[in-house]
């Protein structure tokens, strides 16, 4: 089985005047490739902090005191381990900000190409003073300025009998691949992508998309912004003369406006209805619905490897929360892409997922499949967590007595035992690993023990 | 009845865009008929900005309605008498029955003393208690500001209402800041009941909680409702809640009731587009295979649709719904010059005229017959093609003819009432 | 009622130590401290420090020019033969007690307007807020020189001067925190209650809203003192013998290549103050801050 994300045993703390607050207590997550992982959990379990963790964006009184994040088996937290065990006891505020710095630095190449994050709250994640279309041609300009380079230089190269030919394979049901050939034969690299976005609307006739190919055709390019686009392909970044001041604004103007056409692509591919009046559009004309879909195609824009959607619908009314978890059931099969998504909501969770883990005082307790988890809870808290959850039909519903641990002091053993029914002597001592109870089901209780018991 | 409301409407004015312009009207409760009885949970569900949340603070006289009434504590039959007076345009014993009942007629000691006899609970437990003030002193404000009890009995009253909704005794001296949401709501919820009111309005009393804390002060609220018959409206975007805790449900979009009725039939048996839409879109693990997602976002209240409300992003709509010929020429446009590019002549331009006219200029000799056959096949997609009449020749241009509409009234349809031409046919004049 | 108590010492002990683990406002109080007991000694007890005559300055025309610092003169003389470190602890006094002055009549004068006018509203709110614009438009300095040299040089009218000039701030930073807290819900809560107007403004919102005021105010008390010299350093006092810093200053202006230490030591006297107030103003700030506090 291949993994994206392996997250093994993570520990993490906070500082704070009222004492420390044991946020993570040994997390362990196997993201699996196209996978989406739910994370399900009350408000203070930790689950925001998961995710701001994996992006590396924590505030400088955080300190991961043990564990591992691996992306693509590249540790990405090695810096924050070592600073922890330097300064163990006693964390100094200002060293730890270096730290964060320098995490900044190293993440700077991951965060927003390979990892990216989507938050809650749509109406503060864009920038009010920019358009749409510029936020996202910013993203893809700073992570893959080849890319938009190869497909403007490719529409600059592009003869009118290509197209036509081009035009003759896609009717005939040629694939992806044939396509890529096609271009690599014709010396046309570029082009391939924005073929198949155009062939793909599934909006438009297909006499409009005709027109659209043709049109593609020879689109003169200025000697400068020639040069500009040679030399980020053969660089594959933006270095060298193109940072001298002046300079570097001039060569970039050239790319931004091909994030431009890019970012109309990608709108599209989103069902985000006349996606070319939408780049042109500032982020306090569109809607929340709206606001949230833009927000997740600058998650995707860079094909990232994984997504972390912090409560991604929360906001939202519950006919455009469908709206958007339709939207995440049709990027699953299109975007080679695996999720995270984070929610205190597990109805929603259900629709979408392949696999839900239930965070407790900031640990996974049991993770499973969706039928798994919500026809064969094991763990006491999921079943009570279930139970809780009001449903159309009406039934009855049961709280869980007992509150949320203060997690500056967590309670011994198994952090659930003084609200669990089912409490036995050595819950309150010792705390249970996970273990696999079947092929998909881990879960990380006393109660199971003695079942298959094989570590994870 | 302890509430009744009468068309009751509320609107808000907004300032203008230009300097001179006249100030805008945003009607957020749009003629609303409720009522509830003694001991009965009312739902309101609806999306932000359906006006909900002014509905119910309208009913507590929080806000001055713009028209309409709000009876309180008023006989069953004196309400029937006063419908009929309504129903024949009897002002003079409307009028009447209004002096003694309604909320916005009483002053001085006889408005303390309703007010005594309703209170709110609000969303945010965060925001909705003073931090300056301990528990003890948020809970009996009510008491001493209606002059209900002396502040010494006040203390005893207090720490009786804490016993009742499960907190220790200790609490009454803590501040907000020291207790956690769901202890919050709770003495949100002791303050609320403090006059041991008739009346309580609940606007989205969980939906700040996680979901084991909103158990328990569901099954609270039941209890509270079991013990002293309070009358309650619960408002929330949560329609699980709603099945849970409600008796009648009312469905609110953009303003108006589109639905009401007993929970049994609405919420499992529903039939305004809108509410089988909402009711569909609950996330569930359950994944069904029919479920409607509706298109585009609640319309902007300051100009709403013309008609129903609804009709624009309604998968039902049809022909009489209230179709403007701006909204039918955008679909035009997309069918003439995107999806079916190739087969119109290419200069072909949709444009709307003065008056609501809707004309395809530059089209060339067989367009027509080629437009009908695609208004036939989009229909059942693009509902606003339904309102298309006719289409009539003049020179190179084809014009439109556009049905007129009509705006649903509450119809009596199926053991509840609602707001839609769809079953505007059993009009029992409801 | 003892738990309340206990509960109230706590929350006491929380803000102290919030304060306390700002640095840099724990020294903008000490120095705060100490000019405040160099105002206290000056007024009740001027012996303590060998200081006879508190209210003038003490010429000595025998030698009028300034001299270095030296034992006797530990910041030097200022013309006429004055001595510096003396006059400097006297000057304290005066200006504190005027800046105070200006403060507290500018800020009371000001808060009560900005309550009424958030709390009135209609016409009456838009009248304050187009006088306090007019107050606005015209520099501070400028209009207290006028409104100075309409009433007469002397402190007192130096400092109602500059009152007339302060209050429109506090009018608007009031109104604009009443009206904030006026949209809290449980402003609305409490409506709901059926308490009564009047009560509500008194028991909800000006309790939350009036705290932040007395931060911005304790931080205005250091400049007000800087305008209050600047004023006085530009000639606003008539009677030259007040032991005044700005006036101070001014003295040594003409040596100032010669004897910069003349023109330093009352600088530097003001500039410290009105830092001090500053830090210290922030670390307030931190203790009413409830997201600073966790």
């Known amino acids: 089985?291949?993994?994206?994300?392996?997250?093994?045993?993570?520990?993490?703390?906070?500082?704070?005047?009222?004492?420390?607050?044991?946020?993570?207590?040994?997390?362990?997550?196997?993201?699996?490739?196209?996978?989406?992982?739910?994370?399900?959990?009350?408000?203070?379990?930790?689950?925001?902090?998961l995710g701001l963790t994996i992006i590396g964006l924590l505030p400088r009184n955080a300190v991961v005191t043990d564990g591992e994040i691996l992306l693509d088996g590249k540790d990405l937290i090695a810096t924050l381990r070592e600073f922890a065990s330097k300064e163990a006891n006693n964390p100094n505020l200002r060293h730890s900000e270096n730290i964060m710095k320098k995490l900044n630095k190293q993440l700077i190449n991951v965060r927003g190409s390979r990892i990216s994050m989507v938050f809650q709250d749509p109406m503060t994640s864009l920038n009010p003073v920019l358009r749409i279309g510029y936020q996202i041609a910013e993203t893809l300009m700073v992570h893959q300025p080849e890319v938009l380079a190869k497909r403007r230089l490719a529409r600059s190269k592009v003869k009118d009998d290509d197209l036509r030919e081009a035009l003759k394979l896609l009717e005939n049901g040629a694939d992806e691949q044939s396509i890529k050939a096609f271009a690599e034969t014709r010396q046309l690299e570029g082009i391939e992508e924005q073929l198949l976005n155009i062939w793909r609307r599934n909006d438009l006739g297909i006499a409009r998309k005709e027109k659209m190919i043709l049109s593609l055709r020879s689109e003169r390019l200025g000697g400068f912004d020639m040069a500009v686009l040679q030399r980020v392909v053969s660089q594959g970044r933006i270095d060298g003369w193109m940072r001298i001041p002046g300079l570097n604004r001039m060569s970039k103007a050239v790319l931004i406006k091909e994030g431009n056409t890019k970012a109309v692509e990608l709108l599209s591919s989103l069902e985000i209805p006349n996606p070319e009046e939408v780049v042109k559009m500032y982020p306090h004309e569109l809607s929340g619905g709206m606001r949230q879909r833009i927000i997740i195609a600058i998650a995707l824009a860079n094909n990232p490897e994984l997504v972390i959607m912090d409560e991604p619908t929360s906001a939202l009314d519950v006919t455009v929360q469908a709206q958007i978890l339709d939207l995440l059931k049709h990027l699953k099969q299109r975007f080679n892409t695996s999720f995270i998504l984070i929610s205190h909501d597990l109805s929603v969770l259900a629709e979408v997922c392949d696999r839900i883990g239930i965070m407790y005082a900031g640990r996974i307790v049991e993770v499973a499949t969706v039928d798994a988890i919500f026809n064969k809870p094991l763990h006491p808290y999921t079943t009570m967590l279930i139970s809780a959850v009001p449903t159309i039909k009406g039934g009855e519903i049961q709280g869980i007595g007992g509150a949320v641990p203060d997690m500056r002091f967590p309670p011994s053993g198994c952090m659930f035992h003084p609200r669990c029914p089912y409490v036995m002597d050595k819950c309150r001592e010792n705390n249970p690993q996970m273990k696999y109870v079947e092929d998909e089901h881990l879960v990380a209780c006393y109660l199971y023990e003695g079942q298959k018991g094989e570590q994870n | 009845m302890i509430i009744a409301a009468r068309r009751l409407t509320k609107e808000f004015e907004i300032k203008a865009n230009s300097a001179f312009g006249k100030p805008l009207r945003l009607r957020a409760v749009d003629s609303v008929d409720i009522q509830v009885g003694e001991g009965q949970i009312v739902g309101v569900v609806g999306e932000s900005g359906s006006g909900k949340s002014t509905l119910g603070r309208t009913l507590l006289g929080l806000l001055s309605p713009s028209a309409g009434t709000v009876l309180f504590d008023i006989p069953d039959d004196v309400l029937r008498e006063y419908d009929g007076f309504r129903r024949d345009g009897d002002a003079k014993g409307a009028a009447s029955i209004e002096m003694e009942y309604s909320i916005f007629k009483k002053k001085g000691e006889k408005l303390k003393k309703i007010r005594s006899g309703m209170n709110m609970v609000f969303q945010d437990p965060y925001s909705s208690l003073d931090p300056r003030m301990n528990v003890m002193s948020i809970i009996t404000e009510p008491l001493l500001?209606?002059?209900?009890m002396k502040p010494d009995k006040a203390v005893d009253r207090c720490m009786e209402l804490l016993e009742e909704v499960g907190l220790p005794?200790?609490?009454?001296?803590?501040?907000?800041?020291?207790?956690?949401?769901?202890?919050?709501?709770?003495?949100?919820?002791?303050?609320?009941?403090?006059?041991?009111?008739?009346f309580l309005v609940l606007d989205e009393p969980t939906s700040a909680l996680d979901v084991s804390v909103q158990a328990?002060?569901?099954?609270?609220?039941?209890?509270?409702?079991?013990?002293?018959?309070?009358?309650?409206?619960?408002?929330?975007?949560?329609?699980?809640?709603?099945?849970?805790?409600?008796?009648?449900?009312?469905?609110?979009?953009?303003?108006?009731?589109v639905e009401s009725g007993p929970k049994e039939d609405v919420i499992l048996n529903p039939v305004h587009p809108y509410t089988i839409a909402l009711i569909s879109a609950v996330p569930g693990k359950m994944v069904k295979p029919n479920r409607i997602i509706l298109k585009g976002d609640t319309p902007n209240l300051i100009n709403p649709p013309q008609g129903c409300v609804f009709h624009p992003r309604c998968p039902m709509a049809f022909g009489i719904c209230g179709w403007t010929a701006d909204e039918i020429a955008t679909d035009l446009k997309y069918l003439v010059n995107d999806k079916f590019a190739g087969s119109f002549n290419d200069k072909a331009v949709v444009s709307t005229g003065a008056g609501g006219s809707l004309v395809i200029n530059n089209a060339s000799a067989g367009d027509e017959g080629v437009l009908e056959r695609i208004i036939n096949e989009e229909k059942g997609n693009m509902k606003s093609l339904t309102a298309i009449e006719g289409l009539e020749r003049h020179g190179t241009n084809i014009e439109l003819k556009i049905k007129g509409y009509r705006v649903p009234k509450m119809y009596n349809h199926d053991g509840r009432k609602v707001s839609c031409l769809l079953y505007a046919g059993d009009d029992n004049k409801a | 009622m003892n738990e309340e108590r206990a509960k109230r010492w706590d929350n006491t002990k929380l803000s102290i130590r919030v304060f306390l683990a700002n640095r840099t406002a724990l020294v903008g109080l000490i120095i705060v401290l100490i000019y405040v007991a160099d105002a206290l000694i000056m007024q009740f007890d001027p012996g303590l420090l060998g200081i006879t005559q508190v209210n003038t300055l003490v010429p000595n025309f025998t030698n009028p020019v300034p001299l270095p610092p030296s034992w006797a003169h530990p910041f030097g003389t200022t013309f006429p033969g004055v001595d510096l470190y003396t006059s400097i602890l006297k000057a304290i006094r005066i200006d504190l007690f005027y800046s105070i002055l200006v403060v507290a009549v500018g800020a009371v004068a000001g808060a009560v307007i900005g309550v009424v006018s958030a709390t009135v509203g209609g016409l009456l709110d838009e009248t304050v807020m187009r006088i306090t614009d007019i107050f606005f438009s015209i520099p501070y300095l400028i209009l207290a020189l006028a409104i100075g040299f309409i009433l007469g040089r002397s402190l007192m009218y130096m400092s109602l001067a500059l009152a007339l000039v302060w209050w429109p701030l506090y009018a608007r930073y009031t109104r604009s925190q009443t009206l904030s807290t006026k949209e809290f819900t449980y402003v609305e809560a409490a409506k709901a209650s059926g308490v009564s107007r009047t009560r509500i403004m008194f028991r909800h919102i000006l309790p939350n809203a009036l705290p932040p005021v007395f931060i911005q105010i304790s931080l205005d008390l250091g400049s007000i003192m800087v305008i209050f010299s600047t004023l006085a350093f530009i000639g606003f006092i008539a009677n030259a013998k007040v032991p005044e810093l700005g006036y101070l200053t001014s003295l040594g202006l003409n040596y100032v290549q010669t004897a910069p230490w003349a023109v330093i030591f009352p600088g530097v006297a003001i500039t410290v103050f009105a830092l001090a107030v500053n830090l210290l103003g922030d670390g307030l700030r931190d203790v009413i801050d409830p997201r600073r506090r966790s």
Do not use: W
Not at chain 1, 1 to 30: C, H, P, W
């Open chain 2, 216 to 257: 328990q002060i569901l099954s609270l609220l039941r209890k509270i409702r079991e013990k002293y018959h309070i009358g309650m409206v619960i408002i929330t975007h949560n329609i699980a809640v709603i099945s849970y805790m409600a008796d009648q449900v009312n469905v609110m979009y953009a303003g108006k009731i």
């Open chain 1, 1 to 49: 089985m291949e993994y994206t994300l392996n997250v093994s045993n993570l520990k993490e703390q906070f500082y704070t005047r009222r004492g420390i607050y044991k946020a993570l207590n040994g997390v362990d997550i196997l993201l699996r490739k196209g996978e989406i992982l739910g994370i399900a959990g009350e408000s203070g379990c930790g689950k925001t902090t």
């Open chain 2, 169 to 198: 005794r200790d609490f009454a001296y803590r501040y907000p800041h020291e207790l956690s949401g769901g202890q919050k709501q709770r003495v949100a919820l002791a303050r609320g009941m403090a006059t041991l009111p008739k």
């Open chain 2, 145 to 148: 500001a209606m002059n209900y």
